[in-house]
């Protein structure tokens, strides 16, 4: 399809990217979260975390899954402004 998908998280969504809390989250037959952010990242996908979202979150330091990139809230702006489509939940 020729694109480059980056997938972004900010809010109170970043709590799904701690270690051990996506395996829970399952809904019927569809896979669980955690299997679909490893199929992202299986998949080359960038996901990208929103700095000040984790700092709205209080947390000066947190540990993350790996692979995930925390960076500056400016960027998602950026992302979007050079972006052909863009695709929000």
């Known amino acids: 399809m020729d694109i480059k998908p980056i ?3 900010l809010g109170t969504g970043l709590r799904i990217l701690k270690p ?9 037959g569809f ?3 955690k299997e679909m952010i490893d ?3 299986d998949m080359g996908i960038e996901i ?5 979202s984790k700092r709205m979150l209080g ?3 947190v540990d ?6 925390i ?3 400016a960027t998602l702006n950026d992302l979007v402004l050079e972006a052909d489509a863009t695709q929000w939940f």
């Open 7 to 9: 997938v972004y998280y």
């Open 59 to 61: 947390w000066d330091k």
């Open 20 to 28: 051990g809390a996506a395996e829970g989250i399952k809904l019927g």
């Open 48 to 52: 990208l975390v929103c700095e000040a």
């Open 64 to 69: 993350l899954i790996p692979g995930v990139k």
């Open 71 to 73: 960076v500056g809230a």
């Open 39 to 41: 199929k992202t990242m």
């Open 31 to 33: 896979p669980s979260v």
